[in-house]
Nanobody
Framework: QVQLVESGGGLVQAGGSLRLSCAAS????????MGWFRQAPGKEREFVAA????????YYTVSVKGRFTFSKDNAKDTVYLQMNSLKPEDTAVYYC??????????????????WGHGTQVTVSS
């Protein structure tokens, strides 16, 4: 099992920036890929971005491409989501998640084995 702890959320005005962090611990050697998801009130959990732990370009949902950047620091077992040009519609609880069962990179929440507890991001207009 892998434990994930997100941090960095908060309240920001539209157009502002935040950087989320997700620190992994436990069986991190078994992680194939990591993802960021978000869930707004009354909505389903939504894919934001994913990255292969071994390297390669991240994948993004269309609505955040060009504004969000997913990066990782393998030495620290930490991934980051840099969020720029934030919009009110980005308001949600943001979760990081890890895939251990297979070597792909996935957009579906059901493909992920471990989840953090989430961090709230609120963007005011």
């Amino acid at each position: 099992q892998v434990q994930l702890v997100e941090s960095g959320g908060g309240l920001v005005q539209a157009g502002g920036s935040l950087r989320l962090s997700c620190a992994a611990s436990g069986r991190t050697f078994s992680v194939y890929s990591m993802g960021w998801f978000r869930q707004a009130p009354g909505k389903e959990r939504e894919f934001v971005a994913a990255i292969r732990w071994s390297g390669g370009d991240p994948y993004y949902t269309v609505s955040v491409k060009g504004r969000f950047t997913f990066s990782k620091d393998n030495a620290k077992d930490t991934v980051y989501l840099q969020m720029n040009s934030l919009k009110p519609e980005d308001t949600a609880v943001y979760y990081c998640a890890a895939v251990r069962r297979s070597s792909g990179v996935y957009r579906e929440p059901s493909a992920y084995d471990d989840w953090g507890h989430g961090t709230q991001v609120t963007v005011s207009s």
